[in-house]
Nanobody, 127 residues
């Protein structure tokens, strides 16, 4: 059974940093991609980044995200991280990780539909 558990969220002042973790288990990493999303109440969930379980290569939605956020994983393939830097109030959201067996190009597709989701972790950035 795929299990995804996010942690590391919290309250931080603008300009601060947080590192989110996604403990990912119950599936063969080599056959999966693992992504980070965020959602603000009343708005659509938006993709942030994706990591390919085969080679642990990260992909980002766009250069703006890449400039402040970094996705990585441990080499043991147990946890995916999302480092959030220079946080802004508009980054306030629930952050989720998701996993899925991909088709070609899925990790670079921000609209890929993932089958497995964690419960999320709240990030609140105060001004």
């Amino acid at each position: 059974e795929v299990q995804l558990v996010e942690s590391g969220g919290g309250l931080v002042q603008a300009g601060g940093s947080l590192r989110l973790s996604c403990a990912a288990s119950g599936f063969p990493w080599n056959d999966y991609i693992i992504a980070w999303f965020r959602q603000v109440p009343g708005k659509e969930r938006e993709a942030i980044s994706c990591i390919d379980g085969r080679d642990l290569k990260p992909y980002y939605r766009d250069s703006y995200v890449k400039a402040r956020f970094t996705t990585s994983s441990d080499y043991a393939r147990t946890t995916v991280y999302l480092q959030l830097n220079n946080l802004k109030p508009e980054d306030t959201a629930v952050y989720y990780c998701a996993a899925d067996r991909p088709s070609i190009g899925a990790c670079t597709d921000p609209h890929w539909v993932y089958d497995n989701w964690g419960r999320g972790t709240q990030v609140t950035v105060s001004s």
